[in-house]
Every structure is written in structure tokens, then in C-alpha cells.
Nanobody, 117 residues
Framework: QVQLVESGGGLVQPGGSLRLSCAAS????????MDWYRQAPGKEREFVAR???????NYADSVKERFTISRDNAKNTVYLQMNSLKPEDTAVYYC???????????WGQGTQVTVSS
């Protein structure tokens, strides 16, 4: 069983920055692949970023060079640093992992990010 809790969302101006956090339960966090997804109103949920157990990362093309995913295994926490934010980044951001079982999916409750003047 893995529980995920996101925090750090809010309202920010275009060009601004925000850092999201996702705190995870579980005894083997360092082995988890950790992901961020987002979902804007009326759109499908989309992949944003991933950090696997080796800290290899990948990003959606839309956020490359602007967003950075990182993790602190000692704190069971993954972060998403978002810079140069655009209005199209507005969405609910969700933390995701399969834990150590590829057949399972765990999601946080989401945190709202709004980019607007």
C-alpha cells in the first residue's frame, strides 16, 4: 500500500515559479519510479515528468527546460520545480507511482496550479 500527498500548488503569474511536493508512504520509496501528471479542465490527464529509482529522468516535450523533477529518498518525497510558467501549465497536478509492483497504480489527490495574470 502506497499513499501519496501532494502540496505546493497555488496561483502564480506567467513567468513565475512554483515547487510541488509529493510525500509518499511505503517502506521501499527508494525503489519506486515516481511520476508527475497533470490534467487541465476538459483535457485528458497527461504525463509531465518521471524520476526512477536510479534518478534517471524524462519529461514531456511541453515542459522540457522549464520543469525539473527531483527526489529526496530520506524524506520519501519527490518534487517538481516549475519555472517560466505559462497559462497552458494550468492544471491539477498529480503524483503517481506503481510502488514495487508494476501492476498497481497509486495516485495522490492532486494539487491545483493556476498560471494567470
Amino acid at each position: 500500500q502506497v499513499q501519496l500527498v501532494e502540496s505546493g500548488g497555488g496561483l502564480v503569474q506567467p513567468g513565475g515559479s512554483l515547487r510541488l511536493s509529493c510525500a509518499a508512504s511505503g517502506s521501499s520509496f527508494s525503489r519506486y519510479d515516481m511520476d508527475w501528471y497533470r490534467q487541465a479542465p476538459g483535457k485528458e490527464r497527461e504525463f509531465v515528468a518521471r524520476s526512477n529509482r536510479f534518478r534517471w529522468t524524462n519529461y514531456a516535450d511541453s515542459v522540457k527546460e522549464r520543469f525539473t523533477i527531483s527526489r529526496d529518498n530520506a524524506k520519501n518525497t519527490v518534487y517538481l520545480q516549475m519555472n517560466s510558467l505559462k497559462p497552458e501549465d494550468t492544471a491539477v497536478y498529480y503524483c503517481h507511482t506503481s510502488g514495487i509492483d508494476i501492476g498497481k497504480d497509486y495516485w495522490g489527490q492532486g494539487t491545483q496550479v493556476t498560471v494567470s495574470s
